[in-house]
Nanobody, 122 residues
């Protein structure tokens, strides 16, 4: 069983930066890809960014492209989300997720963290 634990959330002013981390348990952790999602109050969960574990290919939602950067440290079983130029609309609970084969090949994530709150103030 894989456990994902997010950290790094908090309160930040608009225009500021924040770095989220997501650590996965287990030495045999080897996902197909990992990603970040977020959910604001009253809204559905939305995709933010993802990265393939082996090749490092990344993908971003249009709303965060150019401001957020997803990265990984395979040796540490950790994925990061560097968030710059934060906006009020970035306020949400951020979740990390992992997709293993075959779930990832089907476009689905099968492990989720509990989330970390990011609040952007004016």
């Amino acid at each position: 069983q894989v456990q994902l634990v997010e950290s790094g959330g908090g309160l930040v002013q608009a225009g500021g930066s924040l770095r989220l981390s997501c650590a996965a348990s287990g030495r045999t952790f080897s996902p197909y890809k990992m990603g970040w999602f977020r959910q604001a109050p009253g809204k559905e969960r939305e995709f933010v960014a993802e990265i393939r574990w082996s090749g490092g290919f990344t993908s971003y939602a249009d709303s965060v492209k150019g401001r957020f950067t997803i990265s990984r440290d395979n040796a540490k079983n950790t994925v990061y989300l560097q968030m710059n130029s934060l906006k009020l609309e970035d306020t949400a609970v951020y979740y990390c997720a992992a997709a293993t084969i075959p779930s990832g090949l089907a476009g689905k994530y099968d492990y989720w963290g509990q989330g970390t709150q990011v609040t952007v103030s004016s």
